[in-house]
């Protein structure tokens, strides 16, 4: 009998007869705009049902993310051969028939195409026994979603360290910077009462990301203006800067008012329509913040609509699954829902879900009354000579339709 087998890792790290230890380096490499990946892999045949020589291992089933590049895989002699299975698994054959209590040395290395000043990627390990490293340009700032690794300064690196033992199941994002001097991006909107400058900073090498940047705030601010029943409301232009995660306090992106909007170097346009529209929240003297993030959300959906519709109808149907996938363990009332300054592993659960609860609702209210009724209530809340709190909220609401809108309560309270 001949035992020829496909495992995952996940399985792997549970099964006592296959033991699989993988050493994983990544290594940002600017200069060539790519993060090198190289995984030794070392695979352990304990299976009891393959002694006496009544059988033998001989292919290992491994995931690759589906962006790498120039995958290669060898072991200590030769070439190993490998075909692409589904959703990103790749199966290895090995070079020798892997008997019971014989190991198997391989490695797997592949590439990950970044920017030169800007990486952005992800560690994707599964299992206890691997052990991770990366090692950065020490002139770059590093942001890793998982905090449990201890840090090595070199001389032109920086090395971080995941030990053996600590659990990965999954991927860990990874956002690197080189803060270099910026370059600027401009042209003027014209809109509905003003012309308004656009201007656009970005580090060299984020030429596409900055065109994309300003395309889109050219086609979303006059979609904004028709569809809120309101001429932009600032008295000031718009800049948006290419930032790092922190400056961005955690988020993809920061509308700062006067000083700008703050952008991660990784974000979309979806996320840029987002904090256009906080223009127009600020000025309906909304005093909930569920409000001014759920008619951020709404109007970004909106302005999809019209410029790419199948990409809003994906974005809208992802943010309603999650909403409901997140219910049961993270609902709060609206009312009592707060975003902090900054976002960190513990907050971002429950931040997650009041802009996805948010959005529910807005969004409801918009299925409900549509874009008419809804610019009518737009105004009284521009009009309000106070604060508009969910009482007055629900006053405006209702005085703009012949709806039912009592189901707002049940989101909001």
Same mark, same amino acid.
């Given at each position: 009998?001949?035992? &020829? ?8 790290? *549970? ?11 990544? #290594? ?18 304990? %299976?009891? !049902? ?7 291992? #001989? ?15 060898? *072991? ?8 692409? *299975? ?24 592949? @590439? ?35 905090? *449990? ?71 979303? =601010? ?6 809120? !029943? ?9 800049? &948006? ?13 920061? !509308? ?26 600020? $000025? ?19 302005? =999809?609509?019209?410029? %790419? ?19 049961? %363990? ?13 976002? @960190?592993?513990?907050?971002?659960? &429950? ?8 959005? $529910? ?16 209530? !737009? ?26 809108? =009592? ?7």
């Amino acid at each position: 009998m001949i035992i &020829i087998a496909l495992f995952t890792p996940c399985a792997m790290a *549970d099964d006592n007869r296959i033991i699989t230890e993988i050493n994983a380096k990544y #290594s940002v490499i600017p200069d060539e705009e790519t993060v090198h990946v190289v995984k030794e892999i070392i695979f352990y045949n304990n %299976d009891p !049902n393959t002694r006496y020589w009544r059988g033998f291992y #001989s292919n290992y089933n491994h995931y690759l993310p589906k962006d790498a590049k120039n995958i290669r895989s060898y *072991d200590d002699e030769r070439k190993v051969v490998f075909r692409q *299975d589904e959703e990103g698994y790749h199966t290895f054959m090995f070079n020798k028939k892997v008997w019971y209590e014989e190991n198997y040395r391989f490695y797997v290395a592949y @590439d990950i195409e970044v920017n030169k000043n800007t990486a952005t990627f992800y560690l994707n390990e599964y299992g206890r026994n691997t052990a991770v490293t990366l090692e950065v340009p020490s002139d770059f700032d590093t942001y890793i979603e998982r905090e *449990d690794y201890t840090l090595e300064t070199k001389r032109y690196s920086n090395v971080y360290s995941f030990e053996k033992g600590q659990k990965w199941t999954g991927s860990c994002f990874v956002n690197s910077v080189r803060l270099t001097e910026q370059l600027t991006l401009r042209e003027v909107a014209c809109l509905e009462e003003r012309d308004v400058e656009i201007e656009v900073n970005y580090w060299e090498g984020e030429e596409e990301w900055a065109q994309k940047m300003l395309d889109t705030t050219l086609e979303s =601010l006059p979609i904004l203006e028709e569809t809120w !029943n309101v001429p932009f409301p600032a008295n000031y232009n718009i800049s &948006i800067t290419q930032a790092s995660i922190d400056e961005t306090q955690g988020y993809g992106g920061f !509308n700062n008012g006067r000083k700008g909007i703050w952008m991660l170097h990784s974000s979309s346009e979806e996320i840029l329509i987002h904090e256009l529209a906080h223009y127009w929240t600020r $000025a309906c003297n909304f005093d909930q913040i569920w409000m001014d993030e759920g008619y951020a959300d709404l109007y970004t959906y909106i302005v =999809l609509k019209e410029i %790419d519709p199948d990409k809003a109808d994906a974005r809208k149907e992802r943010f309603i699954h999650k909403y409901e996938n997140m219910k049961n %363990d993270w609902d709060i009332p609206l009312s009592k829902w707060s975003t902090p300054e900054s976002i @960190d592993s513990i907050s971002e659960e &429950i931040v997650d879900f009041g802009y996805k609860k948010a959005f $529910a609702l807005t969004y409801e209210i918009y299925e409900t009354i549509g874009i008419e009724e809804m610019k009518l209530s !737009n105004l009284e809340f521009v009009r309000s000579s106070s604060s508009v709190d969910n009482e007055i909220f629900m006053h405006v609401i209702s005085d703009s339709t012949s709806e039912n809108m =009592l189901f707002i309560d049940n989101y909001i309270y």
